[in-house]
Nanobody
Framework: QVLLVESGGGLVQAGGSLRLSCAASGLTFSNYAMGWFRQAPGKEREYVAVISWSGAYIYYSDSVKGRFTISRDNAKNTVYLQMNSLKPEDTAIYYC????????????????WGQGTQVTVSS
């Protein structure tokens, strides 16, 4: 059984930082591209960042480019999202996802999804 478990969400003031983690089990982690997505109340889910299986290719949405950093540790089966200079509009549930193809992840297609972690940014 594949499990993706996100952690690190919480409440932070605008301008602050948070680091999200997603621990994977039940799959060969190094074979999968990993991504972070978010969904705000009343809005559709949007892709935030994707990293290829090796880490050689990284993609960001324009809304987070320059503020967020995705990384992975294949030895720990974990992907991270460092979020800096947070804004109230970053408030959402953040999900991680895994897919065998990094391009498919940027399109929102994932083989496996986590349950999400809430991030709330106060103004």
């Amino acid at each position: 059984q594949v499990l993706l478990v996100e952690s690190g969400g919480g409440l932070v003031q605008a301008g602050g930082s948070l680091r999200l983690s997603c621990a994977a089990s039940g799959l060969t982690f190094s074979n999968y591209a990993m991504g972070w997505f978010r969904q705000a109340p009343g809005k559709e889910r949007e892709y935030v960042a994707v990293i290829s299986w090796s880490g050689a290719y990284i993609y960001y949405s324009d809304s987070v480019k320059g503020r967020f950093t995705i990384s992975r540790d294949n030895a720990k089966n974990t992907v991270y999202l460092q979020m800096n200079s947070l804004k109230p509009e970053d408030t959402a549930i953040y999900y991680c996802a895994a897919d065998s193809n990094d391009y498919d992840l940027t399109m929102g297609y994932g083989d496996y999804w986590g349950q999400g972690t809430q991030v709330t940014v106060s103004s």
